[in-house]
Structures are given as C-alpha cells and as structure tokens.
C-alpha cells in the first residue's frame, strides 16, 4: 500500500528562502536601476539575479540584454590565455 501524500503547508523555510530571494531581487533592481554608480562586476551579479529569479519575461530579457552591453564594454574579458601571434 502507498502512503497517502498530504499537500504540504508551507513551513518557515519555504518561507524564509522565498523573503530572501526577494530582498535579493528587490537589491539587484536598485542595482539596475543605478548602473551609472554601480561596478561592472555588480551589475553582473544583479543581471545573473533577475536573469533567474525576475518576476516578468520582459524584466528577464532586459537583464540578459544588459548582461551583453556590460559585456561588450570590455571584449577581453575571460579570455586570459596570451596569443601566441602576439609579441609580450
């Protein structure tokens, strides 16, 4: 015989994960927002958050977005391997 499965009330872990993530949200808009005053760095870490957790597919776009024009801003990024064409 299978054991009966009970819809399950939240429990105060759901609920705190849920208030953390929204905080995380709610810190990476402000960030967003304010990307003049803001290091790349950051503004990366605030896109990645709403890439993921952004409540709307249009606010999760404008993060992917953002992500590339923060990108494009510096094209030698993550590529730390020297050309070997290139003369030190």
């Known amino acids: 015989m299978k054991p009966q499965l009970s819809v399950r009330k939240h429990s105060a872990r759901d609920t705190s994960r849920t208030d953390w993530i929204d905080e995380r ?4 808009r402000a960030v967003v927002a304010d ?18 957790h952004g409540e709307t ?6 993060a992917r977005i953002l992500l590339v024009v923060v990108d494009a801003r510096h ?8 050309d070997p064409e290139v003369g030190s």
């Open 75 to 82: 094209p030698t990024r993550g590529n730390h391997r020297p």
């Open 25 to 28: 949200r709610r810190e990476a």
């Open 57 to 62: 597919d249009e606010e999760r776009e404008d």
């Open 35 to 52: 990307v003049a005053h803001h290091s790349d760095h950051l503004i990366r870490l605030a896109c990645n958050v709403l890439v993921q």
